[in-house]
């Protein structure tokens, strides 16, 4: 079965610092892989998704994540952040039984 | 635009009062899932339907119904709540032609559900 791991619980970061979050999965074929992003109290939000291709992946709010097969990663980014991107971020990956599988997520601090 | 809406945003009720929470989507998808985040945890899937095939995890407890009366509308009823059913619960919505969109999912904002 597929899984992922977000070896990351908590980071912490200051406004207009880059930022990244690791992700790992485990799955035999190729994947499909997201990102989503939680506020507090709200639902989960798209960032973005890679089905296959072009392996450096741009998301919405100026994210983007790299697909790495060798490294069985999909890595999420962001150059500059903004105190608005304090949130939850979960990885997923989708395995043939057509469900997503979530990482345990990662809590995002921005400091002044 | 089209959503995923979650009525209502906030619920509480009684250890071992039945409630029924709501979800209804104007995408016109197929797939609709209800899943069950706890604090700090990821989201974990009760159950799903296709269209109006029911689809129960495993590991769903029977305390935790669902009905989908139409393509729009599916409820999440919890028979006899108890302290450990309180958490925020996630409706989603997918197209579920292929592969790739079944698994596109759009959530709801999510209720929060407090059990006293």
């Known amino acids: 079965a597929q899984s992922v791991t977000q070896p990351d619980i908590h980071i912490t970061v200051s406004e207009g610092a880059s930022l990244e979050l690791r992700c790992n999965y485990s799955?035999?074929?190729?994947?499909?892989l997201f990102w989503y992003v939680q506020s507090p109290g709200q639902g989960l939000q798209l960032l973005l998704k890679?089905?296959?291709?072009?392996?450096l992946v741009q998301g919405i709010k100026g994210f983007e994540a790299e697909f790495k097969r060798s490294q069985s990663s999909f890595n999420l980014r962001k150059p500059s952040v903004h105190w608005s991107d304090a949130a939850e971020y979960f990885c997923?990956?989708?395995?043939?039984?057509?469900?997503?599988?979530f990482g345990a997520g990662t809590t995002v601090t921005v400091r002044a | 635009d089209a959503m995923v809406i979650q009525n209502p945003r906030y619920q509480v009720t009684q250890f071992g009062k039945p409630v029924t929470l709501s979800c209804s989507q104007t995408l016109n998808h197929n797939v609709m899932y209800w899943y069950q985040q706890k604090s700090s945890q990821a989201p974990k899937l009760l159950f799903h339907?296709?269209?109006?095939?029911?689809?129960n995890e495993a590991d769903t407890p029977d305390n935790f119904q669902s009905r989908r009366p139409n393509t729009s509308f599916c409820f999440l009823d919890i028979r006899s709540p108890g302290l450990g059913d309180a958490a925020m619960y996630l409706c989603?919505?997918?197209?579920?032609?292929?592969?790739?969109?079944?698994?596109?999912?759009?959530f709801g904002p999510g209720t929060r559900l407090t059990v006293l």
């Open positions: 339907y296709y269209d109006k095939d029911f689809n």
């Open positions: 997923a990956v989708v395995g043939n039984d057509y469900k997503l599988s």
């Open positions: 799955y035999g074929a190729t994947p499909y």
């Open positions: 989603a919505t997918s197209p579920g032609i292929s592969k790739s969109s079944y698994n596109e999912q759009f």
């Open positions: 890679y089905f296959s291709g072009d392996t």
